[in-house]
């Protein structure tokens, strides 16, 4: 059941699911301390937030560029700071905030090292299994011997 109570004296409400045996006893008690309360028993309208239309839509609408661009802001960077830190060019870090050019795992990994942020936070989900197969089968580099001596 959903329960609507309002305390006394006050505009202030709350909203709250009660299940159970105890959801009268616990109606009852606020009932006896002088508050308003409105049971709903038809409880089916309730849905759950990434079923709804404003979810999707803002889901699709929803890129890795706003995250890179409220990561920078925060770390208090322009995007020339950025891409002299990264090795970047502006034009490709403005294209990605903007949404215009994706984000690989290369990049991410420069971009989360300068913004000092988890590299999978830049990264759509099927590109950070991509980073994670890449790093699981990429070949460690052979040191160089040097006239019979290891490179140090």
């Known amino acids: 059941m959903l329960v609507h109570v309002k305390a006394p004296l006050t505009k202030a409400a709350a909203r709250m699911m009660i299940e159970g045996a105890a959801a009268a006893a616990v109606v009852a008690c606020l009932k006896a301390e002088a508050f308003e309360v409105v049971v709903d028993e038809d ?10 239309d404003w979810f999707k839509r803002m889901e699709a ?20 700071q950025l891409a002299e ?37 830049l990264l759509r989900h099927k590109d950070v299994e991509a980073a994670s197969d890449h790093e699981r089968t990429e070949k460690p580099k052979k040191a160089r011997k040097l006239k019979g001596r290891a490179a140090a």
């Open 85 to 121: 830190m990264t090795g970047l060019k502006v034009a490709n870090i403005s294209a990605m905030e903007a949404g215009k050019r994706g984000i690989g795992p290369d990049v991410a990994r420069k971009l989360a090292k300068a913004l000092n942020c988890p590299m999978v936070d």
């Open 43 to 52: 409880d089916d309208e309730l849905l759950r937030a990434e079923d709804t």
């Open 61 to 80: 609408e929803a890129h890795r560029g706003i995250t890179l661009r409220v990561r920078r802001t925060n770390a208090g960077l322009t995007q020339a």
